[in-house]
């Protein structure tokens, strides 16, 4: 008998997954710990924690994601590392556009947007100019990376 359960990803596959799910859960814990002073940077680029509501699930998730400043908002990049589907996080936010954000100690609600046309390629080439690895995670998928727009909301 086949040992791999069918439907099931493979045991190394799964493996992995708990790795990266238990890696963001420390990261998760220590950022909010330290106010963003440990965890506010990676690879040299700002990081913040993004929450969202899960559009299938109604869980609140948080990832931690680059980001860019424009104006008074927030730009965050769909980039999965140039993988072929776009992060949980923008499919969640198309579903449910009011998340919470944590950029070092100070946390806020916002209500996101993605862009397109004209908006979109000028907020992608702000994103490449200021990280580079981003424009290689465009060669690495057929998809258009999605660019969300992070405004933050009055306080309720």
Same mark, same amino acid.
């Given at each position: 008998m086949?040992?791999?359960a069918?439907? *099931?990803?493979?045991?190394?596959?799964r493996?992995?997954?708990?790795?990266?799910?238990?890696? +963001?859960?420390v990261?998760?814990?220590?950022?909010?710990?330290?106010?963003?002073?440990?965890g506010?940077?990676?690879m040299?680029?700002? $990081? +913040?924690?993004?929450?969202t509501t899960?559009?299938?699930?109604?869980?609140?998730?948080?990832?931690?994601?680059?980001y860019?400043?424009?104006?008074?908002?927030?730009? $965050?990049?769909?980039?999965?590392?140039g993988?072929? *589907?776009?992060?949980?996080?923008?499919?969640?936010?198309?579903?449910?556009?009011i998340?919470?954000?944590?950029?070092?100690?100070e946390?806020?609600?916002?209500?996101?947007?993605?862009?397109?046309?004209?908006?979109?390629? *000028?907020?992608?080439?702000?994103?490449v100019?200021?990280?580079?690895?981003f424009?290689?995670?465009e060669?690495?998928?057929?998809?258009?990376?999605?660019?969300?727009? +992070?405004r933050?909301?009055?306080?309720?």
């Amino acid at each position: 008998m086949n040992s791999k359960a069918i439907g *099931r990803p493979a045991l190394g596959a799964r493996i992995g997954k708990a790795l990266a799910r238990g890696f +963001l859960g420390v990261y998760r814990t220590v950022f909010q710990l330290t106010g963003g002073k440990v965890g506010g940077s990676m690879m040299g680029m700002p $990081v +913040l924690l993004l929450t969202t509501t899960g559009r299938k699930t109604g869980k609140v998730r948080t990832w931690p994601v680059a980001y860019f400043r424009d104006a008074g908002n927030f730009v $965050v990049a769909g980039s999965n590392n140039g993988a072929p *589907r776009d992060p949980a996080w923008c499919f969640n936010l198309r579903s449910n556009p009011i998340a919470k954000v944590q950029v070092g100690a100070e946390e806020m609600t916002v209500r996101a947007e993605q862009v397109s046309g004209e908006e979109r390629r *000028r907020l992608w080439n702000m994103v490449v100019a200021q990280a580079p690895r981003f424009g290689g995670y465009e060669q690495k998928t057929t998809r258009e990376i999605p660019i969300m727009v +992070l405004r933050p909301t009055a306080s309720a």
